[in-house]
Structure formats: structure tokens, C-alpha cells
């Protein structure tokens, strides 16, 4: 067998669950669980969790039904508080974890970790940054939540949690897959290692949807190993972060 680190490994990182009455699991994710459970194979979703201040309960049922911890095929992820950008009074861009300072940075992962395993009993391992915007101050934030050991997309000069890198896109629009367009980057880039592959699956079509699994099809096919980003983590950690 190959070592780990030279295995090639996929990881679905699907963003944007929401699981609150005003703010619903979009039928896409639904969609890509049952494909998932008809493929045995997992991906990982990321919640934003101030949708669960008013949890819907059939929402987090499935949630809870699906987590891989309850023998279901999907890892779920610190995908931040409320998800945020806006521009701050000196005209400048922001977002929720790029501009705010640490005691608020600290708050949101703290209060999102907390809400999320008080919603379904779940503890989150891994986290992704909004819009994938980070800076120097979220490195320290994330020390409120000591259980978060992986961060996706995350800064390089990290090293207290293990940094999964960005590689090629399937989406060609925040969405929007393209199969052609990704099968054209893997013959070109061919990429060897880990494959981080993002989607937004509660926005895809018929046809973005469709495209995903011609994606999946071809991985497969190709030798590539799915795993939840804790699962690559496992095999992959240095002897300081096992």
C-alpha cells in the first residue's frame, strides 16, 4: 500500500447547511447524502450555525441520522457563525473572520461549536472559514475551540491544527459544476495526494448535480480513496498533532 500522504485521496467539502426554521436544509444536500449512501462513500458539510438558534427538528433529525459518529456518511463542519461580509465604516471589506478582532473571532467559533453540540450532540473536528477568509487573528481565535484540529482552506503558517490545502475546483461559479471543465484541470494539473474539492450542493441543478457525480465517477474510477476530512486526518496527522 502506499503511504498516506502519497495516497490519492478525495474530500467532498460541500458548504452552507442551515438547519432552522427560517433558515431550512436545502433539498440539495438531501440529495447528495442518498447518492452517498448508494455509493458508499462519504462527504463533509459545513453548517452555519446561527440557523440553529431556532433549530427546525426535522432538520436536525436528519443532521443527527447522517453525522458519520451515528453510522451515517457525512462528517459536519465548523463553517462559522453567521456567514457574514459587509464593508466596515472606513469603506473596507470585511468578513466574519477577516477584520474582527480576537475576542470576537473567539465568540463566534466558541458560541458556534457550542450551539451545534448542545442542536445534535455532535462535536466538530474540522473548520472552514466563510467565503474561505481568514487572517492572522482567526489562528489564535481558534484556541476557544480546542477540539477543532483540522482547518480547510486554511493559512499555511498554522501549525497547531493540520491545514488541508485548496486544489482544483469543480465549480466554475459559486454552484455551478462543470465536468467538463474539471475533467480538462485533472488532465491537465494531474493532481496526486489530496484532492479538497468544494461545492455549494444546497444551490445545485439538475445538471450541477449531474456534473458532481461524473466527477465522482471519474475519481473513482481513477484510484482515488474518498475520506471526511477527519478520516484523512487520522491517517495523515504528524506524530504532534495524533
Not at 436536525?60 to 441520522?65: L, S
Not at 474540522?126 to 481565535?141: C, L, R, S
Request: glycine letters at 8%; a neutral charge.
Amino acid at each position: 500500500a502506499l503511504p498516506a500522504a502519497e495516497e490519492k485521496v478525495v474530500i467532498w467539502k460541500l458548504d452552507d447547511v442551515k438547519a432552522g426554521e427560517q433558515k431550512r436544509l436545502a433539498p440539495g444536500f438531501k440529495r447528495v447524502a442518498e447518492w452517498a449512501k448508494a455509493e458508499k462513500t462519504v462527504v463533509t458539510m459545513g453548517v452555519i450555525c446561527d440557523s440553529l438558534e431556532k433549530p427546525n427538528a426535522e432538520d436536525v433529525a436528519w443532521i443527527k441520522a447522517n453525522a458519520v459518529e451515528n453510522g451515517g456518511v457525512i462528517e459536519f463542519w465548523h463553517h462559522g457563525w453567521d456567514h457574514k461580509s459587509w464593508t466596515d465604516a472606513d469603506g473596507k471589506q470585511a468578513w466574519e473572520f477577516k477584520g474582527p478582532n480576537l475576542a470576537t473571532q473567539s465568540k463566534h467559533l466558541k458560541d458556534a461549536a457550542d450551539l451545534f453540540k448542545q442542536t445534535t450532540g455532535l462535536t466538530f473536528h474540522a473548520f472552514g472559514a466563510p467565503f474561505n477568509a481568514n487572517d492572522d487573528t482567526t489562528i489564535a481565535a481558534m484556541d476557544a475551540v480546542p477540539s477543532l484540529t483540522i482547518w480547510m482552506y486554511g493559512p499555511k503558517q498554522d501549525t497547531k491544527r493540520q491545514v488541508l490545502g485548496r486544489s482544483l475546483n469543480i465549480e466554475v461559479a459559486t454552484g455551478k459544476v462543470s465536468y467538463e471543465k474539471f475533467a480538462q484541470d485533472y488532465v491537465a494539473k494531474k493532481p496526486t495526494g489530496l484532492m479538497l474539492l468544494q461545492g455549494h450542493s444546497g444551490m445545485w441543478s439538475d445538471e450541477s448535480f449531474q456534473d458532481f457525480v461524473k466527477v465522482a465517477a471519474l475519481l473513482k474510477k481513477d484510484g482515488w480513496t474518498t475520506l471526511t476530512a477527519s478520516q484523512y486526518a487520522a491517517r495523515t496527522a504528524k506524530p504532534s498533532q495524533k
